[in-house]
C-alpha cells in the first residue's frame, strides 16, 4: 500500500504559478509511474501529466504543455507538478496517482490516488 499526500494548492491570479506536491509513503515509490491529473466542477477528470519511475520520461496533456512541468525526486518520495501561465480554466481539484506502469497511470488506471487538492486561478 502507498499513501500519497498532496499538501499545497491555494488560489493565485491568472498568469500567475504555483507547485504542487505529493509525498509517498513507503521508499517503493522510486519503483513506481506517477501522475497528476484534475477534475473541474461539473466535469471528468481528466489527465494532466506522466513521469516515469526513473523521470526520464514525460508526458502532457496538450492544454497544459509548455505551462507544466511534472518532475520527481525519488530520494525524498516526492512528485511535483510546476504550474505556470496559469489560466481561470485550470481551476480544479488535482490528484496525484502511482502505477506499476506509466501507461497505465496516463489512463487514469493507477493503483493509488492521493485525497486532491484545490487550486483556483483567478480572471
Known amino acids: 500500500q502507498v499513501q500519497l499526500v498532496e499538501p499545497g494548492g491555494g488560489l493565485v491570479q491568472a498568469g500567475g504559478f504555483l507547485r504542487l506536491s505529493c509525498a509517498a509513503s513507503r521508499r517503493t515509490f522510486s519503483n513506481y509511474a506517477m501522475g497528476w491529473f484534475r477534475q473541474a466542477p461539473g466535469k471528468e477528470r481528466e489527465f494532466v501529466a506522466t513521469?516515469?519511475?526513473?523521470?526520464?520520461?514525460?508526458y502532457y496533456a496538450d492544454s497544459v504543455k509548455g505551462r507544466f512541468t511534472i518532475s520527481r525526486d525519488n530520494a525524498k518520495m516526492t512528485v511535483y507538478l510546476q504550474m505556470n501561465s496559469l489560466k481561470p480554466e485550470d481551476t480544479a481539484v488535482y490528484y496525484c496517482?502511482?502505477?506499476?506502469?506509466?501507461?497505465?497511470?496516463?489512463?487514469?488506471?493507477?493503483?493509488?490516488w492521493g485525497q486532491g487538492t484545490q487550486v483556483t486561478v483567478s480572471s
Open positions: 513521469i516515469s519511475w526513473s523521470g526520464g520520461n514525460t
Open positions: 496517482a502511482a502505477g506499476r506502469v506509466m501507461g497505465t497511470v496516463l489512463a487514469g488506471k493507477g493503483d493509488y
